[in-house]
């Protein structure tokens, strides 16, 4: 399936409206992606991810891969921070607490990932527009994707049409 951004994600973002984040965990992460980048290793990113069941799981499953695992609020952060300590080391896993929208726009570089999860696609579900898809800010996050990289989503995402 092609994915083809509405015309309200035609509106221009400006990333350097958008202040840098600073939390100890989006600088560390920026680290740390750039460290595997360099080291050739895959990276994956998901956005919003919640308390933790995915990005724990996905680390678990696939470590010859590393995931940037961010998280807006902090309610649910502080619980995917406590449901990682009960884990064992996950090295490739980088929970990082920031806005995604802040955090990729300064701290990653385009064509670096290769798996985006938007598996919190829609904040607001009575609202289509606040969809990522419909964001002016979702070109900017394609340009992230390596060549033949992928989003994934889930199939509510797309509404009952199927997809755009």
Partial sequence: MTIRPSPL?????????IPAPTSDTSRLASAEI?????????????IGCGVGWHP??????????????????AEKFGKFRDRLRRHAALP??????ADAVAFISHFVPD???????LYYPNPNPKNAAARWIRMP??????????PGGRIATTKAYWGPAGGY
């Fill in 9 to 17: 994600a035609a509106r221009t973002f400006r990333a350097d409206r």
């Fill in 111 to 117: 064509a670096t990932i290769d798996r985006i999860f």
């Fill in 56 to 73: 724990i799981r996905y680390a678990s499953e696939n470590p010859e891969r590393v995931l940037v695992a961010i998280e807006r609020t």
């Fill in 92 to 97: 490739n896993l980088l929970p990082v607490h």
């Fill in 137 to 146: 800010f979702f070109g900017t996050l394609a340009k992230k994707l390596r």
């Fill in 34 to 46: 750039r460290r595997h980048l360099a080291d050739g290793r895959s990276v994956d990113l998901e």
